[in-house]
């Protein structure tokens, strides 16, 4: 078994440690975070509150270190994990050229460092710098060349402009380049619905709307047909959005196929052909339809530690290898061959 998502705790203090250029050794950048806000509301505070025991209620920095999560993996008889950020998921919504690229690469660095070099075990995700793709695509190669333990590239699904512009064929170009993954996380402050007043309706809404408007995007725009060799991932929302998105979109497609005749293939083609991964909770209710709508191929489980208790995981995946409407092949799948595949992570990472 193989989680696909998996997260890490940034310390700005080690990150800083990585900065080059104008920044190199400037103290004065530790006043202030080093990525922008996810949103408006304060999920640590909600946390405390709410005594939710979810990673930003632990100790943070030490929850998730290399070590604990070794141990989190023996514990879970899981073969490895690929580590996404937490905080360097906002990374897409910083204007500053420069300062993003410098980041960008300081924090691939710092994970490579690490995590990655603490064990085969631990895959990472490598931040790029999307508000300037060709700068993103250079860095791209870069890790490619320096970095074998980056498993993929991460985007945050609340970047400034939406995945299907043109804008971001560098990026795409170089993923199929290189042969590796892209993930679309979900989240960002342009998707959390702004005017809901209380944070669990936020919460409820966010990520799943988020990847909604994204792949609508990214499909009726062509890039899954100008780019069909890039593995394209759609993390942390769950499985339900995507039927009801691949539904509405091959109902629109039906209709006014003529308006996106760079289409090769209908939506629902695209959805079940291979090239898109999903991430699907574990007690999902509507997995089993999911299953027989886009095969047991492209479905995906997600630990989320440490932004989940370590019992809670655990939990949710002894209740998922409990499940009696799910066939043991369709788990086996779900639960590692899927993402193994999906990061062509080949044979034993012992």
């Known amino acids: 078994m193989f989680d696909a998502d998996g997260h890490i705790f940034e310390k700005s203090a080690e990150i800083f440690e990585y900065l080059e250029g104008p920044y190199k050794g400037r103290t004065n950048l530790m006043r202030g975070s080093f990525f922008p806000a996810g949103d408006d509301w304060n999920r640590t505070a ?71 070099q603490a064990s085969p075990r631990l895959r990472g995700m490598a931040l790029i710098p999307t508000v300037s793709p060709v700068d993103a ?16 590239f991460f985007i945050t699904a609340g970047v400034q402009r939406p995945l299907g512009d043109p804008f971001y064929y560098p990026i795409y170009e ?46 009726f725009s062509g890039v899954f047909d100008k780019f069909p060799d890039v593995r ?4 942390e929302a769950g499985i339900a959005w995507a039927i009801f998105t691949m539904e509405r979109m091959e109902e629109a497609y039906d209709q006014w196929s003529h308006e996106v005749p760079e289409l090769t293939r209908s939506p629902f083609e695209h959805m079940t052909g291979g090239q898109l991964f999903f991430h699907a909770e574990t007690d999902e209710r509507i997995l089993p339809y999911a299953l027989s709508v886009l095969g047991d191929k492209q479905l995906l489980y997600a630990s989320d530690y440490p932004h989940i208790a370590p019992g809670e995981v655990t939990n949710r995946l002894q209740e998922m290898r409990e499940r009696s409407d799910i066939s043991e092949e369709a788990k086996s799948r779900l639960l590692g061959e899927n993402a193994k595949r999906l990061y062509k992570l080949e044979g034993s990472l012992n």
């Open 232 to 235: 394209f991932s759609f993390m």
């Open 46 to 116: 909600l946390a405390v509150a709410g005594d939710y025991k979810e990673g930003s209620n632990t100790k943070r920095g030490e929850e998730g270190a290399p070590e604990q999560w070794i141990e989190i993996l023996d514990q879970l008889d899981l073969e490895g994990t690929v580590l996404y950020p937490t905080a360097g998921m906002t990374l897409g919504n910083i204007k500053d050229k420069p300062w993003s690229i410098s980041l960008a690469s300081a924090y691939n660095n710092w994970l490579n460092n690490k995590f990655l």
């Open 137 to 152: 695509a250079e860095e791209m190669r870069r890790v490619a060349n320096e970095m074998p333990g980056m498993a993929g």
């Open 174 to 219: 170089t993923a199929q380049e290189l042969d590796i993954m892209i993930a679309i996380h979900a989240g960002g402050p342009g998707h959390r619905l702004d005017f809901l007043d209380r944070a669990i309706m936020a919460r409820a809404l966010g990520h799943p709307t988020s990847q909604m408007n994204q792949m609508t995007h990214m499909m």
